[in-house]
């Protein structure tokens, strides 16, 4: 592909009849910016100008997953049951732990639980697939006994994702986005499980080594675009997928803030798109903020810079700071047609 239609999104009340819809939510646009493979030149075109396929899937409503209405952003909880994750490990390694702090996570505002019981930190050692599955098991069972919300499994294994569904899981969240294990994506297909296609270059261990792109927005764009196809071929239609760029899977500081800046370019793809960037490294290098519990504030802006270009879920270690922080910006977006 060669060119790219970013949408520039706008929430205020002056919205011109010929301005289309952004993903069938609140948002909508009229203007675009114009991305080519052949140049590095950038060109604001207006949207009647837009390739009518761009329109269309920047455009279209997207359908419910797992329960999930997509006119309005939602909280992604995460509930890492690992001993070594970057931010939070061995915090809530055994099921009593867990099912608390998923209780706790509903209450302030999420929607949905991304279990996972292998960390993916850059340096990160691969799990044994009983291992992982010992770890969310429990934990999986648990919530769903208690909780009605939906459970997504952070995993790239297929065995992983069977045990997972056993227990009572709906969506399946794969980091490798799909190429670390090849059977997982025919298992959702079997189980018609919605997925989540996450980008990374190179694996946990050596993926921060020396990341390289020719155009890190726009390879990205076509990464996604190529699995989703991909999965498509297998049996899992484009409304059961949701994607996500992957800040800090094999990406510089410049990487990870030319994608933040750009990502309501991924709407075009005709799905719902995941920011999963609470208390990444890259904010301890904007910010100097150590350890990773100090970055909720990095988070929280990363966040709002997210809603603002369109994105739907939000992948987050601080459920409640998140949510008052989205809920007043929504406030201020529609003014006195606010209403709560």
């Not at 209450?107 to 340096?123: C, F, H, I, K």
């Not at 997504?152 to 190429?179: H, W, Y």
């Amino acid at each position: 592909m060669n060119d790219y239609y970013r949408p520039l999104v706008r929430f205020d009340s002056l919205r011109p009849a010929h301005a289309l819809d952004v993903a069938g939510g609140p948002g909508w646009w009229v203007e675009a910016v114009h991305h080519r493979r052949d140049s590095a030149d950038l060109a604001r075109v207006d949207v009647a100008d837009v390739p009518s396929e761009w329109q269309d899937r920047i455009s279209a409503k997207r359908p419910s997953i797992a329960g999930l209405e997509f006119d309005q952003p939602h909280l992604m909880g995460i509930l890492n049951v690992t001993p070594d994750s970057f931010s939070d490990g061995g915090q809530h390694a055994d099921a009593t732990r867990a099912l608390k702090h998923a209780r706790q996570m509903v209450e302030d505002g999420a929607t949905l639980l991304d279990v996972g019981g292998e960390s993916t930190r850059p340096g990160a050692i691969t799990v044994p697939p009983a291992a992982e599955i010992a770890r969310i098991e429990p934990v999986i069972r648990a919530i769903r006994a208690q909780l009605s919300v939906p459970i997504s499994v952070d995993t790239r294994k297929s065995s992983v994702a069977e045990a997972a569904l056993k227990c009572g899981a709906n969506l399946i969240n794969d980091v490798s986005g799909f190429t670390y294990d090849r059977m997982l994506g025919h298992f959702c297909a079997r189980s018609d499980l919605p997925v989540c296609i996450m980008h990374a270059q190179g694996d946990p261990e050596t993926m921060q080594d020396d990341p390289q792109y020719e155009d890190a927005l726009l390879d990205v764009y076509d990464f996604l675009s190529d699995q989703i196809d991909m999965l498509a071929g297998l049996g899992i239609s484009r409304d059961r997928i949701i994607v996500d760029p992957g800040i800090g899977f094999g990406k510089s500081l410049a990487h990870n803030l030319k994608i933040l800046n750009g990502l309501s370019l991924y709407h075009g793809l005709g799905c719902p798109i995941l920011l999963g960037a609470s208390r990444k490294g890259f904010i301890r290098k904007i910010t100097g903020a150590s350890p990773a519990a100090a970055r909720m504030p990095g988070s929280v802006a990363t966040a709002l810079a997210g809603v603002a270009q369109g994105v739907q879920v939000f992948r987050v270690h601080d459920v409640a700071e998140t949510k008052q922080a989205l809920d007043v910006w929504r406030a201020i977006s529609e003014g006195e047609y606010y209403d709560t």
